[in-house]
């Protein structure tokens, strides 16, 4: 696929659109109403699945372009020889799964899996509102047995400053491959975002352990101890190809490796409204999309990333600057990025 006039117009021009206020976004405050759907599991659970969020032959097909895109570097990769899963025939990507570099995060894969409308629809409905911007995160390639990376140990953390209480995140993941129980993947503490300020209200004065941005907070094993006091109960999230999992920033979690022979393929999805970014967030934003860089899972590109790679301590030279893909952007997919929204 290639560019298309809309991603390079993207560059060039733009019409500003008006903002207007969310009305009645849930407040994950314990008084959002009943809706009868996946909404009332995420008031009361912190996280909920939302089945078939993108259709099944399309997430399969999603899931082949990610394995041709790791083909791709031509390094030994093949999807059907689990031999060749070894960090010298991949991409860098770390224990945890994360790959961050490479452009991915805008390959025309990303770009279409975080515009499906299931996905889209999903997040309007938590924020009353259909201005939204999306985050250019993480693409999660989780392989099973890496005995060539150190251990992925539990960091059980929240992903929001606790010096800023109350719902103000929903982070997502659309699952690409069957996620079954020992497959690796979200695990979340369920209940614990309602638990949230009273938990920071107690360990006001713990040492934090070290974070590299004050809106992520890691729980150390006294907290751990706090949560399961509580009666907490950790929970390994299932799903199947094109179920778009959601949480509240608030809730703690982390994620597992898998115990099976099953790879875990996911896209970070996670959006905002763009009435909670501001101008300079847009702007840098913008630059972002326009460097083909990505972001953290804020929308609003608070920080953001570069494509410099390293590995074993030098810049990797299968290190890319542009995805091989370029997005295909029809104007949804354009507002996600927030640059209609700049002000001229
Ligand atoms: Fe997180």
Known sequence: MSATTTTENAKTSHITLPVPAAKHALKLDGNDPAYGDWRDDLVRDGYAVIKGAVPRERADSYADAMYSWLEGF???FKRDDPTSIHKDKLPWIDQKGMCLQYAVTHEDFAWAIRSEPGVVEAFEKVYDDKDLIVSFDAINFGFPNRKDLPENKPWPHQDQDPLK???RCLQGLVNMLPNGPDDG???????GHMLSEEFHREFINEERIPAWTPEWFGFTDAGMKWLEEKGCQWEKVCAEPGDLLVWDSRTPHYNLSSKTQQPRFCVYTCFMPVSDASQEDLLRKRDAFERWVGTTHWPNARHTGSNV???DGEDDPHNRFEP???PSLDE???KLTGIPYIKA
């Open 74 to 76: 031509n390094l030994g």
């Open 165 to 167: 209480p109350g719902f």
């Open 185 to 191: 993947g979200l695990i979340v503490c369920h209940g």
């Open 309 to 311: 790679g390293k590995r």
């Open 324 to 326: 091989v893909n370029k």
């Open 332 to 334: 949804r997919a354009f």
